[in-house]
């Protein structure tokens, strides 16, 4: 069957480099936003979340910067290995919890040689 | 961990017929999501469900229908089949209480209509 990789923007780095993923949002509505990782063949996995009134959260070698102004997203990783290649959404959500859902970016696929 | 599991990793149907995905997970999630993934198309919201016996329309429901009877599990159901319904199927489940957004989704079921 067809990756879901396929017509995605793609970022290709060495291992060791450090990456960054963009996103762009919709809605100056949305109180929170996410970032997944899918590998190939698996469902997406959550990595880190970042709520609207923070512009900046780090997770282990992972950091999500929000810019409100612009709308806009990212997530950099630290020393990127070959093991992070996969496709990365960002989602946000807008709502109270338990009546709202989660809307997704479209993805970016990040491909690391060794 | 959550698990949410999805019956069939691969399915092929033939056109017309009525194909039931299904889902389960075991956290007791009150909220439970069905979409579906195609290449440049990202993830795209089918149905979801607030609780037991609620059920509410996505952005792409034609075609589909729901049942959650038990709060564990949430089956998508194809009515008829067909070619356009090939696609990756995700289910997602998630805690309804305040501040918790996040999904927890499933492995996919790669779906084929012939």
């Known amino acids: 069957g067809e990756s879901v990789g396929l017509h995605l923007p793609t970022l290709s780095v060495q291992e060791g480099d450090n990456s960054i993923i963009n996103c762009a949002y919709s809605?100056?509505?949305?109180?929170?936003f996410i970032w997944y990782k899918q590998e190939s063949g698996k469902g997406p996995q959550f990595i880190i979340d970042?709520?609207?009134?923070?512009d900046k959260r780090q997770g282990q070698r992972v950091t999500v910067l929000l810019n409100k102004t612009v709308k806009h997203l990212s997530l950099q990783i630290a020393a990127t290995q070959p093991g992070d290649s996969a496709v990365y959404f960002c989602?946000?959500?807008?709502?109270?919890?338990?009546?709202?859902?989660?809307?997704f970016g479209k993805g970016t696929m990040l491909l690391v040689s060794p | 961990d959550v698990k949410v599991t999805q019956s069939s990793r691969y399915l092929v149907k033939r056109t017309g017929e009525k194909v039931f995905l299904e889902c389960v997970q075991d956290?007791?999630?009150?909220?439970m999501f069905w979409y579906r993934q195609d290449p440049g198309l990202g993830l795209r919201l089918i149905y979801f469900?607030?609780?037991?016996?609620?059920?509410e329309k996505g952005d792409i429901p034609e075609g589909y229908s729901v049942s959650r009877e038990k709060k564990e599990r949430f089956s998508l159901i194809l009515e008829s089949a067909s070619t356009n319904q090939t696609s990756m199927y995700l289910c997602?489940?998630?805690?309804?209480?305040?501040?918790?957004?996040?999904?927890?989704f499933g492995s996919g079921t790669r779906l084929t209509v012939v």
């Open positions: 809605n100056s509505a949305s109180d929170y």
């Open positions: 997602a489940s998630r805690s309804s209480l305040r501040g918790i957004y996040g999904y927890t």
């Open positions: 989602a946000e959500n807008i709502g109270n919890s338990g009546y709202s859902t989660l809307t």
């Open positions: 956290m007791d999630h009150e909220n």
């Open positions: 970042i709520r609207s009134n923070m």
């Open positions: 469900s607030y609780d037991v016996k609620m059920k």
